[in-house]
């Protein structure tokens, strides 16, 4: 999603990694950063979003930039939530969009994204535990009293076998999907090669799809008339 955005966009597209312990952004995108979230945090003092840019790693395939998570889990615990939530303000002074991606679980660091954020991506596969996590994590957000209408469903693996339709999730999370995601081998292999799937299989569905959720952020239509 940052790869297209970063494609689509006129302004700089951020992403950061906010899965603190096993963060695999950098892995995902071939990178080796030499700063990462705990450097930009220790220096939020009289930081501003220039000092925070050059912190970053560019994905110069698509121009991205990246603040990738701390090399150690240990580093974790130095990165509060109102820390986490200073830096993305300082970032969102200079970006397009900033993205954050977030590890499955209610932490302080979590909640506070959580709570600043525009809009709340939630991706869910096709078997049972899984459903039955985001919906437990669909109840917690509306105990928090998260607006709904901040929240967008994407169905990773919609079209697998499994039994178990996109019907009968829907109706289980009482909520309607989005995006739906197809399942296909050139997953693995873009991650294998550290590529990101959009650029490393334009054509599939899983590159279209990606494509359809990035339209809720810039249009297609609209990146095209810019460049033109």
Not at 91 to 113: C, K, M, Q, T, Y
Not at 162 to 176: H, M
Not at 202 to 218: M, N
Request: glycine fraction near 6%; aromatic fraction near 2%; hydrophobic fraction near 45%.
């Amino acid at each position: 999603l940052g790869v297209v955005l970063a494609q689509r966009s006129e302004r700089p597209e951020v992403l950061i990694d906010g899965h603190l312990q096993f963060g695999d952004v950098a892995v995902m995108l071939k990178l080796q950063p030499r700063h990462t979230v705990v450097d930009a945090v220790t220096q939020l003092d009289g930081a501003d979003g220039q000092l925070l840019r050059q912190l970053m790693t560019v994905h110069e395939p698509s121009g991205l930039l990246v603040l990738p998570a701390p090399v150690e889990p240990t580093f974790a615990d130095q990165v509060s939530g109102a820390q986490m939530a200073k830096l993305v303000e300082l970032v969102r002074s200079f970006a397009g969009h900033v993205i954050v991606d977030l590890p499955a679980i209610f932490n302080e660091v979590v909640l506070s994204i959580i709570e600043m954020s525009d809009d709340i991506i939630l991706v869910a596969g096709l078997d049972i535990p899984n459903i039955k996590n985001v919906k437990i994590g669909l109840q917690t957000l509306r105990l928090l009293n998260t607006p709904m209408e901040k929240l967008l469903l994407v169905l990773n693996r919609a079209n697998s076998k499994v039994k178990l339709d996109v019907g009968e999730v829907e109706r289980t999370l009482q909520v309607k999907a989005d995006v739906l995601i197809p399942s296909d081998i050139c997953v693995p292999q873009a991650v294998n090669k550290g590529e990101p799937v959009v650029m490393h299989a334009p054509k599939s569905g899983v590159s279209r799809a990606i494509q359809q959720l990035a339209d809720q952020f810039i249009p297609a239509d609209v990146a095209a008339r810019r460049r033109r």
